[in-house]
């Protein structure tokens, strides 16, 4: 398994912009595939974005052309910058990893997570 601990999140106004990051050890990073998850309160935990190895990168219908995912990998870290955001992105935010190099939109198949870093958007 793979530690990692989420930070970043916080509150912003709708139209904002926040940068989250997960710092990852315990496995090599170029074996690994890395997503976010986020879960708002009374929902499930849905996918937002992936990244695996190659840069193959899979977004959610409804953050693509705002989120982008992107890695530092000679520090194991991941980002997910998000721009225009809404209230209905209000969620608790979990980054995720997964052994292999393609990342996957189902949380089953992923065998490590974050903590959570909650974003909350005001409107």
């Known amino acids: 398994q793979v530690q990692l601990v989420d930070s970043g999140g916080g509150l912003v106004q709708a139209g904002g912009s926040k940068t989250l990051s997960c710092a990852a050890s315990?496995?090599?990073?170029?074996?690994?595939?890395m997503a976010w998850f986020r879960q708002a309160p009374g929902k499930e935990r849905e996918f937002v974005a992936g990244?695996?190895?190659?840069?193959?990168?899979q977004y959610a219908e409804n953050v693509k052309g705002r989120f982008t995912i992107s890695s530092d990998n000679a520090k194991n870290t991941v980002f997910l910058h998000m721009t225009s955001l809404k209230p209905e992105d209000t969620a608790v935010y979990h980054c995720?990893?997964?052994?292999?190099?393609?990342?996957?939109?189902?949380?089953?198949?992923?065998?490590?997570w974050g903590q959570g870093t909650q974003v909350i958007v005001s409107s």
């Open positions: 315990g496995r090599a990073f170029s074996e690994t595939a």
């Open positions: 990244l695996g190895w190659a840069d193959t990168i």
């Open positions: 995720a990893s997964r052994p292999g190099i393609v990342a996957v939109t189902s949380e089953s198949e992923y065998d490590s």
